[in-house]
């Protein structure tokens, strides 16, 4: 059975920085497409960013465009969500997410990922 457990939230002031990480058992990371998505209160889950499982390329929302990276270390069957620049605006939970046989056209839709972890609370505020 495949688990997904994200880390690395917390409370960080405006400007702040903070890594997500996310660890994967029961799956071997190298076959799965993986992302973030978030969700704040009152609002619908967004997506952040993914990886995709082969070559790498990485795909972002344009709120977090070159603030946020997303990367992956699939010896350790994890994958990162480095954020800097943070705003108020980025207070949400954050959700780590894989799946299988996505395509490019299907990478920002939260429904078409098999697996989610049980989310980590980030809060940007002074």
């Not at 609002?43 to 972002?60: H, L, N, S």
């Not at 070159?66 to 605006?89: C, H, V």
Request: hydrophobic share 35%; with cysteine.
């Amino acid at each position: 059975q495949v688990q997904l457990v994200e880390s690395g939230g917390g409370l960080v002031q405006p400007g702040g920085s903070l890594r997500l990480s996310c660890v994967a058992s029961g799956a071997t990371l190298r076959t799965y497409t993986t992302a973030w998505f978030r969700q704040a209160p009152g609002k619908e889950r967004e997506f952040v960013a993914t990886i995709k499982r082969y070559g790498g390329a990485t795909y972002y929302a344009d709120s977090v465009k070159g603030r946020f990276t997303i990367s992956r270390d699939n010896a350790k069957n994890t994958w990162y969500l480095q954020m800097d620049g943070l705003k108020p605006e980025d207070t949400a939970v954050y959700y780590c997410a894989a799946g299988m046989g996505l395509i490019t056209s299907s990478l920002r839709i939260g429904a078409q990922y098999d697996h989610w972890g049980q989310g980590t609370q980030v809060t940007v505020s002074s």
